[in-house]
């Protein structure tokens, strides 16, 4: 997930232009298909990091992991952001859809967790699909239910990101706060699904950069089979620690430096063997 530094989502009646945050309030009778609300924390509009091509990026708001090297702390509170229709944000999204069609992109819904809020992705994306928009879905893989609403998304899902934080639960717990068993398990029932996927991992020095972590995930990837495209490396940074300042909480990994080069090469080594396709 990019690092949310943005301006939220505000109501603004004027033209759409690249790399603004706005979302104009309409009246239902202007789209008239759905009043489920969502919560979201702010939109990107030319975001490039989130999927292929330039996208369209909705950040939801709420998330239950407590991963220590956050940087979108202010997405976890359930309760936060400003609530939105779908009928708006597809009026304000469809006014990109040149910049996404020219590119190869489309939309994303990141966060926090989108997957805290199924039945209003279910409808965002359904109603992308039909509009022909491309839609990727970002998510920690934090899934308990397994049932028509989730099935939903994913049939109107083309791109899933899916972020493994660690392969070891015993690492994993301590760095999240939560077992990997939920983003191991929704890993597994996407590659029955067939559903396409991209490997998200971050490399975060004395947590997830070790060769045993990395040789751990390798395998659990190459289980995974052909529905994994590609495994993307993100080296950890401090960019999000003021949001842990600013919100008076401790940040854990004080003194922690991004991963050298010779680093994320030597992890990209141990994944390649695994996977023909790891990047970063």
């Not at 992109?105 to 965002?124: D, K, P, R, W, Y």
Request: aromatic share 8%; proline share 4%.
């Amino acid at each position: 997930m990019s690092v949310i530094n943005r301006i939220p989502a505000v109501e603004s009646k004027g033209p759409a232009t690249p790399g603004t945050q706005r979302i104009p309030t309409v009246e239902a009778s202007d789209t008239g298909t759905t009043d489920i609300i969502g919560r979201i924390h702010s939109v990107e509009t030319c975001g490039t990091v989130d999927g292929p091509g330039i996208r369209f990026i909705v950040f939801m708001q709420g998330c239950l992991m407590r991963c220590k090297y956050c940087h979108n702390r202010d997405t976890w509170d359930t309760q936060g952001g400003r609530e939105v229709t779908v009928p708006e944000l597809m009026k304000d999204l469809t006014s990109y859809r040149h910049f996404m069609n020219a590119s190869g992109g489309g939309v994303t819904a990141s966060g926090g967790e989108a997957m805290l809020q199924q039945e209003f992705i279910a409808e965002l994306f359904t109603a992308c699909k039909a509009q022909g928009i491309h839609t990727c879905l970002d998510t920690n893989g934090f899934v308990r239910h397994y049932d028509e609403l989730l099935d939903r998304v994913l049939d109107n899902t083309d791109l899933v990101l899916l972020d493994i934080k660690q392969i070891n639960d015993e690492k994993h717990i301590p760095l999240t706060h939560v077992s990997n068993k939920y983003t191991l398990e929704f890993a597994r029932y996407l590659a029955s699904r067939g559903q396409t996927m991209w490997i998200r991992y971050v490399v975060v020095p004395t947590w997830s950069d070790d060769d045993e972590s990395a040789e751990g995930l390798g395998q659990f990837i190459a289980e995974l089979g052909d529905c994994v495209e590609k495994v993307e490396l993100l080296p950890y940074h401090e960019l999000g620690k003021h949001k842990w300042d600013v919100l008076g909480d401790t940040y854990d990994l004080v003194g922690i430096k991004p991963p050298s080069k010779e680093t994320m090469d030597r992890v990209q080594g141990i994944l390649g063997k695994y996977h023909p396709n790891v990047k970063y």
